[in-house]
């Protein structure tokens, strides 16, 4: 299983954390396909919230998740890093930018 923090700015300005818990890598294609696009096109605050409860847990982030995603619902960019976490800072630090496994996965579905 692969875990992802999410940092998500819906339409409205609001800024969510949440976790993806299972199959968030971009090649597993199931957060790509049930999610991200989903999300993407929804362009209101209350179907945003309502698709990211359906697949994430609110409000968290785990220590032990591989990636981060940040998505920007105002300008629909989406970007992909590695996830780290600090124990000595206790804080979550994003890692490499990944964004190109993201991008590679949509152009294999188009």
């Known amino acids: ?18 976790v993806a818990d299972s199959s968030s890598a971009p090649e597993q294609g199931y957060i790509i396909e049930n999610l991200i696009l989903p999300l993407l096109k929804v362009r209101n605050p209350a ?7 359906e697949h994430c847990t609110m409000g968290e982030q785990r ?6 995603y940040e998505i920007n619902l105002l300008t629909g960019k989406v970007s992909f890093f590695l996830e780290k976490y600090d124990f000595g800072k206790d804080r979550f630090e ?7 496994r993201y991008d590679e996965y949509l ?3 188009k």
């Open 63 to 68: 220590i032990n998740a591989d990636y981060r």
């Open 94 to 100: 994003r890692g490499d930018d990944i964004t190109e």
């Open 47 to 53: 179907g945003e919230l309502k698709l990211l409860k």
């Open 107 to 109: 152009v294999m579905i």
């Open 1 to 18: 299983m692969t875990r992802s923090n999410m940092h998500i700015i819906l339409t409205n300005g609001k800024k969510m954390k949440c």
